[in-house]
């Protein structure tokens, strides 16, 4: 089958489409044939190795992906998963981590996954919108649901607002009744976050965000008032301190990564003085997966798709990714 395939670290020019071997179904696998892979902002990190996580090589990108069952395992009921059911993989598995990071990813005709790690996409729905949605969307209900309680009427700003994670806290937010101040780094996605419902948005490349809080909110003060309520932080490295700054008392921060950097340091000053919490996020449950796709069936929430490229073209897909070229998510046809 075709696979695109990194051999070692490095650029995007490491990616070759090749042809390796068909995966061998196990017991409680199945054999899910392709129909859309997406490529999400982890993917660069491990081709560039600027994670601590070991990854196997020869390695496949992608922990997103959309297809049909065309084999199952032998103690798999069949009546349970009929060859032709339209799925999408939940991509952390148990004993072998995550799928495109330390498993085999999507970026290929067929992927072997656990039928456990199946969840059934809901008529209607089609393989791109499908395979954009677990990784990005899955993460964004999280944050902004469960561990984030984003509430009516609460200002939200979300830094990195024009990447996968980006759009769908945008529109999750929105969804809840927020009032949303987005950052991005381009004059053209400025705009696409305001066509998304963005109230107030902000181009990190000219304009200074705490400034640009400040004068919009005011300055936050701890006898009440000023800036906003929710910082959603997934760029860490210099963002990190500066967004303390933009919350109001009482304010949270809710993190789920750290693009530009975890080395991020601290003034705890503002934790204490502006009564701060800062919240975790990790991952998403097969039911937030199904969740999404159940929004985005009715139209809920519409996936954000900046492109869909062929497979042969993971390389270049990657790159835009890297260059910060991408509004939404990139989405891959074998
Ligand atoms: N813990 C979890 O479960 C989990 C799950 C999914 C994702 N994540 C993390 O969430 C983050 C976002 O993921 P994603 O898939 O949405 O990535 P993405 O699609 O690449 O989007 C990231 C956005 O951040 C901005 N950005 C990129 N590089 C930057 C840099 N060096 N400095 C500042 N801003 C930068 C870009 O927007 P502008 O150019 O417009 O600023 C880009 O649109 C990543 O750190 C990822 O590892 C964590």
Redesign the pocket.
Known sequence: MKAAVYHQHGGTEQIRIEDVPAPVCGPRDAIVEVRAAAL???D??MLMKTTGLKTPLPMVPAGDAAGVIVELGAEVDPTRWPLGTAVTIYPMVSDEGMTGETRIGACSEYIRIPVANLVRMPDGLGFEDAASLP??YG?ALRMMRVRGRIAAGEKVLI????????VACVQLAKAAGAEVIA????AW?LERLRQLGAEVVID?SIENVREAVWQRFGKPSTHGGGGVDVVVN????D?WVESLKLLGPGGRMVT?????GYATGNDVRYIWSYELTIIG????SMDDQAEVLRMARGREIEPVIHAVRPLAETGAAMQE?ID?K??G?VVLVP
């Open positions: 999400n902002g982890f660069p990190m990784i990005a993460t830094w990195g607002a024009t990447g996968g994670v980006g950052c991005g780094s381009a996605k990190t997934y760029i860490g490295g963002t789920c990564g750290a693009t530009a996020s990790n991952g998403w990714l910060r991408v509004f998510k």
